[in-house]
């Protein structure tokens, strides 16, 4: 499929491609597994882990989500992108649920590979490698891709299928809590809000400060969040689970950007953001409603490996 029957021309040179992007991805995987491998090692506590969490959640995501969408020039394509995200993930979440029967999954590992299989890691990892590959000034893209999918549909409907699934407890209705208590989101709103408005001297320092925390910190704890006990046993499903996320979940937005077009480095970002591994939050939702645990820890390293070919050749063909 050419390039110019899914999007509008204008920009024709593509940034990043194949060899940028995978140096940039192989790097980010030296990042991530020295993180594993300094929790391995006890030169980090789990309790620190999950602080270096929270300074990523509170501070750094926030603030740079914020200065994203303050510092950004508002498009069309800001309300498309966003349409483009949840049609992928919906029908991502549509095709596993049928794979999930067709392997006979039972009902507790059908919840951790629907979720997994649909929801990506576009804030821990789309955003670090969007300001690698297409600039600080692009993010704002990912940002309404991320915020918009993997934020407020993974934690409403995303919860509600791990509720289902798992043991029942909460739900959408306790999920809504979660995205207006989500931080990120704040930064978001704050963003639109303020725009156009100005911001002391000082203030933009300190939100650049915090900002500049979270490419190399949120790599290192991605990497010590990640486990590798039960991968061997669970490849095979592993696989076909990362199949749909990396793959499938991508060429399902090019399909649909045939109808929803986007200018050059918008579609681009987003194609990106499609193309990225399973969302860490699977394994929390596992935890939290008693799904399979072990097959969630399994997608998610599976798919963040395979991440660093397929997201390359994806961008590289579009």
Known sequence: ??????????????VGG?????????AAIVIIFTGMVFLRKGLVKKEDVQSLNTLIIYLGMPSLIFLAVWQSDLSTDLIKIPILANATVLSCLVISSAVSRLMKLDRRSAG???????FGNTAFLGFPLIISVFGRENLVYGVFYDQFSTGILGLSLGAGLASWYGSG?????????????????????LGFILRGYPIPEFLMTTLEYLSALVVPLVMLVLGMSLRTESVGKLLSVSLV????????SPLILVLFSSFVTLETIP???SLLQASMPSMMMTLSFAIRYDLDTEMAAAIILVSLVLSTITAPFILSLF
């Not at 194949?18 to 991805?25: E, H, V």
């Not at 951790?112 to 649909?118: D, K, P, Y």
């Not at 689970?241 to 499938?248: D, G, R």
């Open 18 to 26: 194949f060899d940028g992007l995978g140096s940039i991805m192989a």
């Open 1 to 14: 499929m050419s390039v110019g029957h899914i999007r509008k021309s204008g920009e024709n040179e593509k």
């Open 112 to 118: 951790s590979f629907i979720i997994a299989s649909a």
């Open 169 to 189: 407890k909460g739900g959408v209705s306790g999920a809504w809590k979660n995205i207006v208590r989500f931080p990120p989101f704040w930064g978001l709103v």
């Open 267 to 269: 579609f681009q970002v």
């Open 241 to 248: 689970a990362s199949f749909i996320k990396l793959l499938v």
